[in-house]
């Protein structure tokens, strides 16, 4: 069965989750253009999560995915969220701001038993997990829901470990990738390949069909995956411009800028490796910073800072996420886009 087939869709083109710049309208877009929009639902509550569901079922009759996170919730640790504090404390005096602290409001949960509850309710085609799998009993009751199941691999082991889980099909997520970095089985970044190493590798390793992501931007680019053996690509960076995506104004213009070629894996915004822009913070306390705290805490105190200079149309201290090729963002349609990617005729 090809990627097609087993997820309903008539391009092999999946748009990748990307909470902070996305919501249900270009989910629903790219759903709408054939291929598979997603939701990312890690900083949504069961509500946020019904809704969103709820307004990409009245915009299009299209499967559609569901992305969750599968971390492992670190102990709180004071000494350390206090330590960071005081790292950012310069930035804070600098932009007129008392001591930053943690905000109340969202933050980045793992999949749990009322996120299952409520895919019980809503059935959803597809659903995707970065960061591993939850546990057993809650992948099973996902599994009774019908969903087809993605999961994220950044190494061949992590692939296996996946394939004998029972997941449908792996994103091989390389090293170009923007955005947080999927890995479970191990922090060493040293073993995450590139997007065109690691493809062909997991694609002879495992029996399920794979998914390509990282650093495709085009539809040369779909068709290199597809020749090293994927089954479809994920493609995140590309939308970002499109105006279905809600990424703020700071990180369109960065995204416009010729800077945005330099990126770097970096911590400094939540605790965990992720791929952006490289800014100010990331040059001054970063990339990888042994202070940060534990993921997703470091984002709380970093985020009055972020919108302190956001206000004065600064984004040297907001995550840009951003893969190593954004040539391909640009202010179409995602729906156009969506099409290009595939190497469909304009209608």
Not at 4 to 24: K, R
Not at 34 to 53: N, T, W, Y
Not at 98 to 117: H, I, L, M, S
Not at 214 to 224: C, E, N
Request: charged share 20%; glycine share 10%.
């Amino acid at each position: 069965m090809n990627l097609e087939e087993l997820l309903g869709i008539e391009l092999p083109i999946i748009q990748a989750p990307m909470a902070g710049v996305q919501g249900s309208a270009l989910a629903a877009a790219v759903s709408g253009a054939g291929g598979l929009g997603s939701i990312p639902c890690a900083m949504l509550g069961p509500d946020g999560i019904r809704k969103e569901v709820e307004i990409v079922r009245a915009a299009t009759s299209r499967p559609f995915n569901v992305n969750f996170f599968c971390h492992v919730e670190a102990p709180p640790d004071e000494a350390a969220d206090a330590a960071w504090r005081e790292l950012l404390s310069p930035y804070c005096r600098e932009l007129g701001m008392a001591e930053t602290q943690a905000p109340a409001g969202a933050a980045r949960v793992p999949f749990n038993a009322a996120a299952a509850d409520v895919l019980e309710a809503l059935r959803p085609p597809v659903v995707s997990f970065h960061f591993g799998l939850p546990a057993p009993d809650l992948l099973a009751r996902v599994r009774r829901c019908g969903a087809r199941i993605l999961a994220s691999a950044t190494t061949v082991a992590e692939a296996l470990w996946l394939q004998e889980r029972g997941v449908d099909a792996i994103i091989a997520q390389g090293w170009e990738a923007g955005g947080h970095r999927g890995h479970f089985l191990s922090t060493d970044l040293t073993e995450q390949p590139g997007t065109f190493a690691l493809v062909p590798q997991v694609v002879r390793a495992v029996r399920v069909p794979v998914i390509a992501a990282g650093g495709i931007a085009d539809a040369a680019g779909v068709a290199a995956a597809r020749a090293l053996g994927a089954a479809g690509v994920q493609v995140g960076t590309a939308y970002l411009l499109c105006p279905e995506a809600t990424t703020s104004s700071v990180h369109r213009a960065a995204l416009k800028e010729p800077r945005r070629v330099h990126t770097a894996v970096t911590n400094v915004f939540t605790g965990r490796p992720a791929r952006g822009i490289v800014n100010r913070i990331v040059r001054e306390l970063g990339p990888l910073n042994p202070q940060a705290p534990a993921f997703p805490r470091a984002a709380g105190p970093l985020a009055p800072l972020r919108a302190a200079a956001e206000k004065q149309g600064s984004g040297e201290f907001s995550p840009l996420w951003s893969g190593q090729n954004a040539s391909g963002c640009r202010e179409v349609p995602a729906a156009q886009l969506t099409r290009e990617l595939a190497g469909v005729p304009a209608r």
